[in-house]
């Protein structure tokens, strides 16, 4: 039977102060020696080390000036001192720095050294010591977890009992990462906040696999009663269309039906609702757009000889050549880009292919088709208004009723051009054109397709619009208008009916509190741009006492708990074609640190860690590399099994 060989151990490691784990658990690195000097502690474990020690190799090592500095800095400094502090808060801030500023953990490999270089007269540089495992290892086992912790600890001190969840998801490689994002109102963090506490890969995107996933996650951190609404994409999983499923096969109507909360509230995505609002309305036209700008693009983007020969076709012309663009999948109003970029070299483009010999079939319809000029621009002008829309809406920390109004700005706009049959001057000046040169029949009935295209945004806009329209209670808590009690009434109602307590007397008396401060900014433009959730921290600010502002702060929380949007891809899906190779592990420590620290500077970080002890310590402990935790975890199973061993034994 094989001798069990001895590992390199934390106690070896304190015992032995002058060296660190080597290449694997089997040995340790002397930090007086030459760098890369390995001693394997296998066979005798810490006599080796002692062996090591007593060479004359390692007594010259010490006897040299530069390992003399170098054995001082390990062995005469205390663990314990200011200077080790902010040796570790310097290694802490710099593997946030890596996260925070997307860089590459293989940075840190030249970083580290670069330090001591540079630096030679710094003490805290010359031990400075965190390339691109250690890092990983800070990021993953110690600044995650501690930023996952603050978001749930600040949840219990400020007592916020309201939480909307959003979901997003996306691909990391071939595997299905979803993540979980928590919406809540804390005045005393700077109003609405928006968390991420859970990111995991999931085999599939169904109903029941989202569903259980969000309860474990909501159950495990202790949210699953403070939970009271829920957003998602407009999908058939999220929400089961405009009616929002009620037979329970949507994620949103499972967790109505088998979770304690019945009254959930759900909020679909209102961006998505504008990109195929108008991507329906554009399959009415006589002309696929969409089609269209993608295969002038995939023909000039596959074949680089083409482009170069419509390079010189805009040279010849004296036309300024521009790179034509797409579009993405799933946003259709990405194409207004390409669709403005097409109507700027146009006639170009056009005498490009009709030029060719044997230009593709449907390019070669659509340049001779009359009006094809006036399709591109009618669409042009009516996309330019929704693209500005949707920038609005996507606008970082909308409350729901900001997004409602957005959405009836948009409603207006189509009913007004509808009844006016509006068309762009240069869309009537090219229709003129061509009723004299004898298309009066294609130019009528270009007409009728554009009412008919307005009439088709109306009823999808109004059909997809329908579910928020229950949020509509809410309209004077944008603060943008003079306050009325009236309006407060449905509110109050409608949180009641949804196990949300408010007195009512206590209310108005805080309402009319509210009242005199909203009237002492009338005509002030700063206060009016502001955001609803600013408005209301702002009031919060002001106010005396939790006593003055109870109810209304109860409101607020409800309110805001609701997410006008769901989880912004960008916010954990910007997997980019580098981040790849990394483990997913490490991909959801960066992805939470991004996300929860967005608004914390690296300056601001370091001076968190100088003031947390613990996590310091953390830091500098081994037990944050992934060999540590593997061998805890095989001692502890270890431990088990002789346990359980133990109990079998008979006793005599």
């Not at 002058?18 to 760098?35: A, I, Q, S």
Request: charged content about 25%; aromatic content about 10%.
């Amino acid at each position: 039977m094989p001798k069990r060989k001895c590992r390199f151990s934390v106690e070896l490691q304190r015992k032995y102060t002058c060296f660190r784990r080597g290449r694997d658990d089997f040995e340790g690195e002397c930090l007086v020696c030459r760098p890369g000097t390995f001693v394997s502690v296998a066979h005798k474990g810490g006599r080796d080390l002692q062996s090591h020690m007593d060479s004359e190799k390692h007594k010259i090592a010490i006897r040299g000036e530069a390992s003399s500095a170098k054995l001082a800095s390990v062995l005469v400094k205390p663990c314990n001192s200011k200077w080790e502090d902010e040796v570790t808060a310097a290694e802490g801030t710099f593997a946030f720095h890596t996260v925070k500023h997307h860089h590459s953990y293989n940075v840190m490999t030249c970083t580290s050294g670069l330090l001591k270089t540079m630096f030679p007269d710094s003490d805290i540089a010359r031990k400075f010591s965190s390339a691109k495992t250690k890092t990983e290892a800070i990021v993953n086992s110690v600044l995650a977890p501690d930023c996952l912790e603050n978001v749930l600890k600040s949840l219990e001190e400020n007592e916020i009992d309201y939480c909307g969840i959003s979901t997003d998801a996306g691909n990391h490689g071939p595997v299905k990462v979803v993540a979980i994002v928590i919406q809540y109102f804390d005045w005393k963090s700077g109003g609405l906040q928006s968390k991420i506490i859970e990111m995991k890969s999931q085999p599939n995107e169904s109903a029941d696999t989202i569903f259980s996933y969000v309860k474990e996650t909501l159950e495990s951190k202790g949210l699953l009663k403070k939970c009271i609404a829920f957003t998602g994409d407009n999908c058939n999983t999220m929400f089961g269309g405009t009616q929002q499923d009620s037979e329970g096969r949507s994620v949103f109507a499972k967790s109505k039906s088998e979770l304690d909360n019945k009254t959930s509230l759900g909020v679909g995505c209102p961006a998505h609702i504008l990109n195929n609002c108008v991507h329906q309305a554009a399959d009415t036209l006589d002309v696929d757009v969409e089609s269209i700008i993608f295969k002038i693009y995939q023909y000039f983007h596959i074949y680089r000889v083409q482009t170069e020969q419509l390079k010189e076709y805009c040279e010849f012309v004296d036309t300024e050549y521009k790179k034509l663009l797409s579009h993405s999948k799933t946003r259709w109003l990405s194409s207004f880009q390409g669709i403005t970029r097409l109507i700027h070299v146009f006639p170009t483009v056009k005498a490009f292919f009709l030029s060719q010999n044997k230009p593709p079939t449907v390019l070669q319809e659509f340049f001779e088709h009359e009006l094809s000029e006036a399709y591109l621009l009618h669409l042009q002008s009516l996309m330019s208004m929704f693209h500005s829309y949707v920038l609005e809406l996507e606008r970082e920390n909308n409350s729901v009723v900001e997004v409602l109004q957005v959405l009836l700005c948009v409603q207006n706009m189509l009913a007004e051009r509808r009844s006016h049959s509006f068309m762009s001057l240069k869309v009537k000046s090219l229709l003129k054109e061509k009723r004299e040169a004898g298309f009066g029949a294609e130019c009528d009935k270009f007409c009728a397709e554009v009412n008919s295209f307005y009439d088709s945004c109306i009823e999808y806009l109004e059909k997809w619009m329908e579910p928020m329209k229950e949020f509509s209670c809410f309209m004077w808590m944008s603060l943008s208008e003079s306050l009325e009690w009236d309006k407060v009434g449905p509110s109050i109602k409608f949180l009641l009916d949804r196990d949300v307590s408010i007195d009512e007397g206590k209310c108005f008396d805080q309402f009319c509190n509210l009242e005199k401060f909203v009237d002492q900014f009338k005509g002030d433009d700063e206060f009016i741009k502001l955001q609803a959730h600013q408005k209301w921290t702002k009031y919060f600010e002001t106010s005396k006492n939790v006593m003055c502002h109870s109810e209304l702060l109860k409101m607020a929380q409800g309110f805001f708990a609701l997410a006008s949007r769901p989880a912004n891809a960008g916010f954990s899906f910007s997997l980019s074609k580098e981040r790849g190779n990394l483990s997913l592990d490490s991909l959801r420590s960066m992805v939470l640190l991004q996300y929860n620290y967005k608004h914390v500077a690296c300056k601001e970080f370091h001076a968190y860690l100088l003031s947390n002890k613990q996590l310091l310590n953390k830091i500098r402990s081994t037990e944050k590399y992934a060999w540590a935790k593997q061998r805890r975890t095989e001692e502890q199973s270890a431990s088990e099994s002789v346990s359980g061993i133990s109990y079998s034994v008979p006793m005599y």
